[in-house]
């Protein structure tokens, strides 16, 4: 996967991170997934189409999202509930967002779906054909995995 595509997700969750927790994460080891792989507690899922296709899934446990939520709405979340699972899916769109504008910059022109929420264990997620860039990122409240599967869209001949 090229780093174009990489960089601006990292750029993006660092200036997200640091707005919502007060301090940058610090970036965990790279790694890579084929195919079909099991999800954390709570996922955030992104489509990506445009002259970039596939998906971006952010994952973590429960209880980095419930810190996490707790930090945006300013209250401490006891339950995940609408409004805790709304600020983590914020949070994607915030990440997101900011990497798709940091894409246009280097020339790739994209959209994202809406966010889906995806809640609990076992559950497994496909990002088909295209391979996944694991970027785990170390928080103060613990683990958040960047699955990054994109690739460029094949060209159709007229």
Do not use: H
Request: proline share 4%; aromatic share 6%; with cysteine.
């Amino acid at each position: 996967m090229k780093a174009d595509f990489v960089n601006p997700f990292l750029t993006a969750a660092v200036n997200v991170f640091k707005s919502i927790m007060g301090v940058a994460p610090e970036m965990g080891k790279l790694g890579a997934r084929r195919g079909v792989f099991t999800s954390q507690q709570c996922n955030v899922v992104f489509g990506v189409t445009g002259e970039l296709e596939g998906q971006i899934i952010f994952g973590m446990t429960l209880f980095a999202a419930d810190k996490i939520a707790s930090e945006m709405l300013m209250a401490p979340v006891l339950t995940f509930n609408e409004l805790a699972a709304s600020a983590i899916a914020e949070m994607g769109n915030m990440i997101s967002g900011g990497a798709l504008t940091g894409l246009s910059a280097v020339g790739y022109k994209c959209w994202l779906s809406p966010p889906s929420l995806i809640r609990g264990t076992k559950v497994q997620i496909s990002t088909l054909d295209i391979p996944t860039l694991v970027v785990p990122l170390i928080t103060k409240v613990g683990e958040i995995e960047i699955n990054i599967s994109l690739a460029e869209r094949k060209k159709i001949a007229a």
